[in-house]
């Protein structure tokens, strides 16, 4: 356990179905992030929060709706997604974005859009 | 895996050699460099960084070292292991802004 946890772990949905990703942190950080990793991009930024409040979006679909209630949690709802969308969506934490030894990852959540 | 499935270039090594993974940037204006190593099921955990002003920088049977001139990175594992399997990212960072990771590449040891 690294000290960020997502659930689920697996997830499959259809395309007019609405889920949510979950990310939970107890490592006392104040910046949060939603990352996708597919083939075609490895690693890519989504959404940054930095004590509670959005930051950063990379023109990211609305399909995707993140959520930061308080800086422990991170959500990512999704909506009327596509196929394409299949990816593994990893959550990390730091104490602000440019701390380079504090990116504490968690194990990813692996979505199918069927 | 949850890396499976990344187009990812690949380096195979035979397990006690050493194994060099390079990596491009394009922004001259980061001040950090990083190495992620994710291994199967896991996200990337941080490896070794090294500052925008040095050009080596070692670590416990790893040495990163930092070409500004042709904007080239790389990362060298002494003696590599099969614990060593896994993609390894190099990232970069400029000021507060976040991580941003590079492409990737998958290393197998073979044993």
């Known amino acids: 356990e690294t000290g960020v946890t997502q659930t689920p772990r697996h997830l499959v949905m259809g395309m007019t179905n609405k889920k949510s990703l979950k990310c939970e942190q107890h490592l006392g950080h104040n910046a949060m992030y939603w990352y996708k990793q597919s083939a075609k991009k490895p690693l890519e930024l989504m959404f940054v929060?930095?004590?509670?409040?959005?930051?950063e979006n990379n023109s990211v679909p609305s399909r995707f709706s993140p959520e930061c209630p308080n800086s422990s949690h991170l959500f990512l709802h999704l909506h009327t997604l596509q196929p394409e969308d299949s990816a593994l969506y990893l959550c990390a934490s730091s104490q602000d974005p440019g701390d380079i030894h504090g990116y504490t990852f968690g194990s990813g959540t692996r979505l199918t859009v069927v | 895996g949850e890396s499976v499935g990344l187009h990812l270039p690949t380096l195979s090594v035979q397990e006690g050699d050493n194994s060099i993974i390079n990596c491009a940037y394009s922004?001259?204006?980061?001040?950090?460099f990083i190495w992620y190593k994710q291994e199967s099921g896991k996200g990337p955990q941080f490896i070794i960084d090294i500052r925008s002003n040095m050009d080596k920088r070692q670590g416990q049977r790893v040495t990163v070292l930092l070409n500004k001139t042709v904007k080239h990175l790389s990362l060298q594992i002494a003696a590599t292991q099969p614990g060593d399997s896994a993609v390894y990212f190099c990232a970069e960072i400029e000021g507060n802004t976040p991580l941003v990771f590079g492409k990737g590449t998958r290393l197998s040891v073979i044993a």
């Open positions: 929060y930095n004590f509670k409040e959005q930051t």
């Open positions: 922004n001259s204006a980061s001040d950090y």
